[in-house]
């Protein structure tokens, strides 16, 4: 056996397979109220480009937006990144095919798109926010 045929079979078969969208299905809610509960936006932040830098990344504010947003206070969530919604609408998606056992090759081929128009979209608000001079203030709640 190749260490690729050990690796695949660990996760593949019938009695694999319920186990881990058990677990995904877990990990999704789970997720969820760490970011709402601990994504109050008082504490350091977690960004390590931000952490070394001082600046913030395309991404920066993501979490205490996700986090907003489960919460509820949606202007809140679009104050902290305005790309929430889209994000949080894709990360939903995915979870939501990972628990249901849909996940194919077709998806998975599909995949680089909205990943790449999602970065792209996340560098062009970060550059918009970096020229309106927006990029370093932090949302108050």
Do not use: N
């Not at 936006?41 to 979490?63: E, F, N, S």
């Not at 990144?81 to 081929?109: C, D, E, K």
Request: aromatic share 4%.
């Amino acid at each position: 056996m190749t260490p690729a045929t050990i690796s695949t079979a660990a996760f593949s078969g019938p009695d694999r397979r319920p186990s881990i969208r058990w677990l995904v299905g877990l990990a999704g809610p789970l997720g969820l109220a760490v970011v709402a509960v601990g994504a109050a936006g008082d504490g350091p932040p977690l960004c390590p480009i931000r952490r070394c830098t001082g600046h913030a990344c395309p991404g920066c504010g993501m979490t205490r937006a996700l986090g907003a947003l489960v919460r509820g206070d949606v202007e809140l969530a679009l104050r902290y990144h305005p790309l929430v919604v889209l994000v949080g609408a894709q990360l939903l998606a995915l979870w939501a095919i990972a628990v249901a056992g849909r996940w194919s090759p077709r998806i998975t081929r599909a995949l680089p798109v909205p990943i790449a128009v999602t970065s792209v979209a996340l560098v062009a608000v970060w550059a918009l926010r970096w020229r309106l001079g927006l990029l370093d203030v932090i949302a108050a709640p």
